[in-house]
């Protein structure tokens, strides 16, 4: 059974930076792939980032350069590193895991999600 348990949310001023992490159990994730999405109020819940097994990273446009995803397999945590915070990066931030990058690509087949971290940027 795969759990996703996400941290590291608050608030902060726009331009600034924070980083979420999700630490994970139950799944080989280093053989699989791993996203961040978000939802803001009234919004459909978006991919924001995701990372393959070979380390292979895909963003949303609207976080291109600014958001970097990485994971420790060490530690079983995938981490997002947000910079340059804008106030529409407001959301709630999950973490979900799927079998293949194909299903991150489709948005489908999630095996599991996290309860979400809340990001306020004012």
């Known amino acids: 059974h795969v759990q996703l348990v996400e941290s590291g949310g608050g608030s902060v001023q726009a331009g600034g930076s924070m980083r979420l992490s999700c630490t994970i159990s139950?799944?080989?994730?280093?053989?699989?792939?791993m996203g961040w999405f978000r939802q803001a109020p009234g919004k459909e819940r978006e991919g924001v980032a995701a990372?393959?097994?070979?380390?292979?990273?895909s963003y949303a446009d609207s976080v291109k350069g600014r958001f970097t995803i990485s994971r420790d397999n060490a530690k079983n945590t995938l981490y997002l590193r947000m910079t340059s915070l804008k106030p529409g990066d407001t959301a709630t931030y999950y973490c979900?895991?799927?079998?293949?990058?194909?299903?991150?690509?489709?948005?489908?087949?999630?095996?599991?999600w996290g309860r979400g971290t809340q990001v306020t940027v004012s």
């Open positions: 990372l393959d097994s070979d380390r292979s990273a």
């Open positions: 979900a895991a799927f079998s293949s990058w194909a299903d991150w690509v489709a948005k489908k087949d999630v095996l599991s």
């Open positions: 139950g799944y080989p994730y280093s053989a699989g792939c």
